[in-house]
């Protein structure tokens, strides 16, 4: 790969995070599309997008509780519930807990995976914390 190509592909990734860390947590208008203006299940799907991201990220977090496979797997599920409640960078962040387990082919935990998950968390609680906000 030619240098120039290496530092333009360095810039995207670094564009796309800066741009993931200034998206919002929750895109209410999907939301309310994908509910169809119904409240209460606005309501209802967050408080279990809350509730399952909890779940699934502490199962994630645990460096021995669970094989990689099943570390893609938490994460894919993850991906697709907060994609359903707009959760984006939730959602992004997830995607690359997905690559970075499925990139390794020594089947261990791995720093790339730890940093991962930890940008998960922290999308994770931003979005949790505007849910906590809108869900009185």
């Known amino acids: 790969m030619l240098a120039a190509e290496q530092g333009n592909e360095t810039t995207a990734?670094?564009?796309?995070?800066?741009?993931?860390?200034?998206?919002?947590?929750?895109?209410?208008v999907h939301l309310t599309r994908q509910c169809q203006g119904d409240a209460e299940l606005e309501d209802s799907l967050l408080r279990l997008f809350r509730r399952q991201a909890?779940?699934?990220?502490a199962q994630l977090s645990s460096p021995h509780a669970t094989s990689?496979?099943?570390?893609?797997?938490?994460?894919?599920?993850?991906?697709?519930?907060?994609?359903?409640?707009g959760a984006r960078r939730v959602a992004k962040a997830a995607a690359l807990v997905e690559d970075s387990a499925q990139s390794?082919?020594?089947?261990?935990?791995?720093?790339?995976?730890?940093?991962?998950?930890?940008?998960?968390?922290?999308?994770?609680?931003?979005?949790?914390?505007e849910i906590d906000r809108i869900c009185r």
Not at 68 to 85: C, N, Q
Request: glycine share 2%.
């Open 104 to 129: 390794h082919s020594t089947r261990e935990w791995s720093p790339a995976l730890a940093q991962a998950i930890a940008e998960l968390e922290s999308a994770l609680d931003e979005a949790i914390s």
């Open 13 to 28: 990734t670094e564009s796309a995070s800066e741009h993931c860390r200034c998206e919002l947590p929750l895109d209410l």
């Open 68 to 85: 990689l496979e099943a570390k893609v797997d938490l994460a894919h599920k993850l991906r697709g519930s907060a994609l359903a409640v």
């Open 54 to 57: 909890r779940i699934l990220t």
